[in-house]
């Protein structure tokens, strides 16, 4: 008879190979895309279930990213109940919704009872309420309850983020007792690396580490080896600041607590690196003025998306151009104006995307602050004055060789070093003064630091050209 480290040696050896649907740039194999495509339309739910259902829920998230539409709705129905409604966390919003807007209720309800309470609400949450509340009307009572409550607290909070599921123990128990426990439930979460201290109430008193408990003899009272709980979150805390507590503190979990300090949820660390790289998406895309858009949304929703921006910087285009039509009878005497004015407006406009883009992503996490914006202001000043100057003296040579006339060499320097020091001041102050008002300083930056740089490029240029060649 084979012994059970035989059993497992076999098991093992039996086990299919794990496949790499990855090419070397990081996407999925278009050989395999194509495989995958040729078995949905063929309806072979055997090489689905077999080279597919067991990828990781990553992998089927961008294998789903890969196929079309139809494609997409044929695999998940044909994989059946083997589809991981995890793989739907992974992929875009207008995707998610799409495959789930498909799918009965009853399927979902009978997924989501299988999901950790965290990747649940993340799909529950793109639902219509109908059929939000129809959903979970199917799922066990406790599991309903701890669903509700975290749909409950706004968007993009710690709360929308935490899973429900943990391990509490109170503080008289033994380590034996807390092993034992540990052992004997079948509800615990499938993976957690602390054990949090409560009392009747669930008022959170403390942490113990796993670590700790697995060194500590069993008769020890878990009081007696708690810690206080490390900087545990607000469910109303926005998921961006609770990033930062994760950052600051090199947290791997942290305790969620209500209004009354009550232990609610956990939230854990691959929760918040989903937070960090949703946060700076979203700050990318709004420093472009491009909202929520999403890869596969279709060309309407785009359109609406980038429309409404565009026409803002129309507005800011014309108060630009108004600025040259006051000066059009300077510019009829020297078309050499005509030619250089560019060349001003957008080395500010550069210039000042730059030292904005520093400072939204410096707001964005904590780094920047009223503590230290004084020196930074300055530092930014500073920065934007030194490259004026040394690319000053590059336009001057430019304009001497071009149009042999040192002295609109000159005006272009003097109006190289204005718009450059005030692209940089613009660049950090308007952001700053949009943060303070509570304005999202990433989604209103780019159009006001354009207008800045655009009009005072223009003004400075063409009012010292004005002065220098027409009215001294």
């Known amino acids: 008879m084979m012994t059970t480290d035989e059993d497992e040696l076999t098991r093992t050896d039996t086990q299919e190979p794990h496949i790499d649907i990855y090419d070397e740039d990081g996407n999925v194999r278009a050989d395999f895309i194509e495989q995958v495509r040729e078995a949905i339309e063929a ?14 829920e990553s992998e089927i998230g961008h294998l789903l990213e890969s196929l079309n539409a139809d494609q997409r709705l044929s695999l998940v129905r044909l994989l059946g109940d083997d589809f991981d409604m995890t793989a739907l966390t992974q992929v875009d919003e207008a995707i998610r919704r799409e495959i789930v807007d498909q799918l009965p209720n009853d399927q979902i309800a009978a997924a989501i009872g299988e999901l950790d309470s965290d990747d649940a609400v993340y799909i529950l949450e793109d639902l219509d309420q109908e059929d939000r509340d129809e959903i979970l009307s199917q799922l066990p009572f406790t599991e309903r309850v701890r669903l509700r409550r975290a749909l409950d607290y706004p968007e993009s909070s710690a709360g929308r983020r935490m899973q429900t599921e943990f391990v509490a123990v109170p503080p008289f128990w033994t380590v034996g007792q807390t092993i034992d426990y540990m052992r004997d439930q079948e509800d615990l979460p499938e993976a957690f690396t602390q054990i949090f201290v409560i009392d009747p109430t669930f008022k959170l008193l403390g942490s113990v580490d796993l670590d700790r408990i697995l060194r500590t003899k069993r008769q020890a009272k878990i009081e007696t080896i708690m810690r206080e709980t490390s900087h545990p979150i607000p469910a109303e805390m926005d998921q961006e600041e609770a990033a930062q507590l994760f950052e600051q503190y090199d947290l791997l979990s942290a305790a969620v ?27 990318i895309k709004r420093l472009g003025g ?28 014309i108060l630009a151009s108004t600025i040259i039509g006051v000066f059009d009878g300077s510019i009829q005497k020297m078309v050499a104006l005509a030619v250089l004015m560019p060349i001003v407006a957008s080395m500010g406009g550069n210039a000042g995307t730059q030292t904005m883009t520093v400072t939204v992503r410096a707001l964005a996490t904590g780094d920047l602050d009223i503590y230290n914006a ?21 336009m001057c040579v430019i304009s001497l060789i071009w149009f042999h006339d040192i002295q609109l060499g000159i005006v272009i320097a003097a109006a190289m070093v204005i718009n450059l020091v005030a692209a940089a001041l613009g660049g950090i102050l308007l952001p700053l003064l949009l943060n303070r008002v509570g304005a999202d300083p990433a989604i209103a930056s780019s159009a006001f630091v354009t207008t800045v740089t655009d009009c005072t490029g223009y003004f400075s240029f063409l009012g010292l050209a004005t002065w220098w060649f027409v009215l001294r």
């Not at 004084?374 to 590059?394: D, H, K, Q, W, Y």
């Open 43 to 56: 309806g072979d739910s055997a090489f689905l279930h077999r080279d597919v259902a067991r990828l990781h």
């Open 257 to 283: 607590v209500d209004e009354n300090d009550r232990l609610v949820g956990v939230l854990t660390i691959d929760d918040v690196v989903d937070v960090i790289h949703e946060e700076a998406d979203e700050d």
């Open 290 to 317: 491009v909202g929520d858009e999403e890869l596969s949304d279709n060309v309407i929703s785009t359109v609406r998306s980038r429309f409404l921006w565009l026409a803002v910087n129309l507005v800011t285009a």
């Open 374 to 394: 004084g020196r930074i202001i300055r530092r930014e000043a500073s920065v934007g004055l030194i490259n004026g100057i040394l690319f000053a003296v590059v």
